[in-house]
């Protein structure tokens, strides 16, 4: 896909790799993002520095009623980058695990899901577009220290893979992206190398372009995707030793 000229809606556009994704689309000469937010004062900064082609929209992927709202005002969508999500960093044996757990399925998976549903029927009123669903390199196998957020990233996984598949007759592309660590609120305190969110979003807007149905947008994420394609139960038993105290 040719990203210049092209309207692109943005979820979590406030959070690290949102934020970094609205920068690196105007870069690319788009004529219009959505950037959505749960509340719009967040993204002031980004209507602000972009020069008329952002437009601040308030989504919670979360309420139903708010993703059939933005689909309603959102018609000329070209492009629906899912990227809001939320890690509460916890195994399933924590005491709060239960209601984290259900709470990144709301938003990683349900959240996914709903607005795949109320704007896939938007991109082929157009002629077709594609869906980027941001995942996780640990949606492919799971960091017990994260067990309940990588099951909620591991269905986002199996959603895109069914997604790509119906909606490939009606002209829709379907993206999935696994990165690995990235500096941004999400990883915060957390002491390990990251990729930085602009890298990440240059390589997630370099992969549209070349057509790649998976991105793995940084340097660990290529890496664990590599050992993941050699042994899966090594990196399995690697992963399976960081549980942690
Ligand atoms: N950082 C990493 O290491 C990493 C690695 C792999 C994948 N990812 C994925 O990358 C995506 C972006 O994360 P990030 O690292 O940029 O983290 P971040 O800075 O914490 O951003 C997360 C964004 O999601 C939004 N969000 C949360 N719940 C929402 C809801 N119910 N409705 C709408 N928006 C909601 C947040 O908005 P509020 O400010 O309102 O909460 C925020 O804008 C996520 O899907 C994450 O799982 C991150």
Do not use: W
């Not at 980058?81 to 399925?105: K, P, T, Y």
């Not at 709903?114 to 996780?136: D, K, Q, T, Y």
């Amino acid at each position: 896909m040719d990203i210049k000229g092209k309207t692109v809606m943005v979820t979590g556009a406030n959070g690290g790799i949102g934020g970094a994704l609205v920068r690196a689309l105007l870069g690319e000469g788009v004529a219009k993002v959505y950037a959505a937010a749960r509340s719009t004062d967040t993204v002031a900064d980004l209507v602000q520095g972009g020069d008329g082609r952002v437009v601040a929209l308030q989504l919670d992927v979360t309420q139903s009623a708010s993703v059939r709202g933005a689909a309603e005002q959102c018609r000329d969508v070209d492009l629906v980058m899912n990227n809001a999500g939320i890690n509460r960093c916890v195994g399933f044996m924590g005491s709060s695990a239960m209601e984290d757990a259900r709470l990144e399925m709301e938003v990683n998976y349900f959240g996914t899901l709903a607005m795949c549903r109320e704007f896939a029927p938007v991109l082929a009123s157009r002629g077709g577009g594609a869906i980027v669903n941001v995942c996780s390199i640990i949606g492919l196998v799971n960091l017990p220290v994260n067990g309940t957020y990588c099951a909620s990233k591991a269905a986002g996984h199996s959603l895109l893979q069914g997604l790509r598949a119906e909606l490939a007759p009606r002209g829709i592309r379907v993206i999935g992206v696994y990165p690995g660590p990235v500096d941004t609120k999400m990883t915060a305190g957390q002491e390990m190398p990251k990729a930085t969110p602009d890298e990440v979003a240059a390589a997630i807007l370099a992969g549209v372009e070349m057509g790649d149905e998976y991105i793995f947008p940084d340097p660990m994420s290529r890496h664990v995707h590599a050992m993941l394609e050699k042994d899966p139960r090594q990196v399995e038993r690697d992963f399976g030793a960081m549980v942690g105290g």
